[in-house]
């Protein structure tokens, strides 16, 4: 199958999704600083959430990029990691109501980690297809980074459940710099 169409669909999703984020995104009551300083971690979580979904979309974009085609196991992949990308609004608004509250931030933190294990296995679903030598095949041979950031997930949930709750989006937030350094694994291999 061409890879086109999941392209431009995966695209227009996650357009939606940031969407919806932002839409969710209320103003302060007031025309103070003051007021902005009360909703201040509401624009913090939604730039938490933001920045995932730019990443996601940039981690897509190469990894479609690398590829020269699709199999259905492929978009079911693709679909599942739709699929955790679009509750991103849900609990982006869950954890800015409740940003000190148990269940918002496990619940904030789980999606993120099926989000990261999504793509991880839709990874391995371009590798089935495309094949181990292909330039998605070289990534995921020794692809550390996202067996790391998962690992992280797992702390950031048990940090969040065991010492404080606010310890999920601290750490997920402190992740994503590890995904803004562009990837020179990414470039080198599609460059060979």
């Given at each position: 199958?061409?890879?086109n169409?999941?392209e431009?669909f ?6 939606i999704v940031?969407?919806?984020?932002v ?6 009551n ?8 009360g909703?201040?971690?509401q624009f913090?979580i939604?730039?938490?959430?933001f920045i ?18 699709v199999?259905?196991l492929?978009?079911w992949?693709?679909?599942l990691?739709i699929l955790?990308?679009t509750?991103?609004?849900?609990v982006?608004v869950w ?9 918002p931030?496990?619940?904030y933190?789980?999606?993120?980690l ?7 296995l839709?990874?391995l679903?371009?590798?089935?297809c495309?094949g181990?030598d292909?330039a ?9 980074k996202?067996?790391?950031t998962?690992g ?11 010492i404080?709750?606010v310890?999920?989006i601290?750490i ?6 590890m995904w803004f350094?562009p990837?020179k ?8």
């Open positions: 199958m061409p890879k169409r999941i431009a995966t695209d227009a999703v996650i357009a940031m969407t919806l984020l839409l969710e995104l209320h103003e302060p007031g025309d103070t600083f003051f007021a902005f300083e909703k201040a971690h913090i939604y730039l938490v959430s995932s979904l730019a990443i996601y979309w940039n981690n897509h974009h190469h990894l479609f990029h690398m590829i020269k085609k199999d259905g492929v978009l992949m693709n679909n990691l955790m990308l509750l991103f609004p849900y982006t954890v800015t109501d409740y940003p000190t509250s148990l269940a931030q496990i619940f933190g789980l999606v993120i099926g989000t990261d294990i999504s793509y991880y839709l990874g679903s371009l590798v089935r495309n181990k292909s998605v095949g070289k990534l995921f041979r020794h692809y550390t996202i067996r790391v998962i992280l997930n797992v702390v950031a949930l048990l940090a969040g459940w065991l404080h709750p310890l999920v601290v997920n937030g402190i992740m994503l710099i350094i990837e694994k990414l470039e080198k291999v599609t460059l060979d």
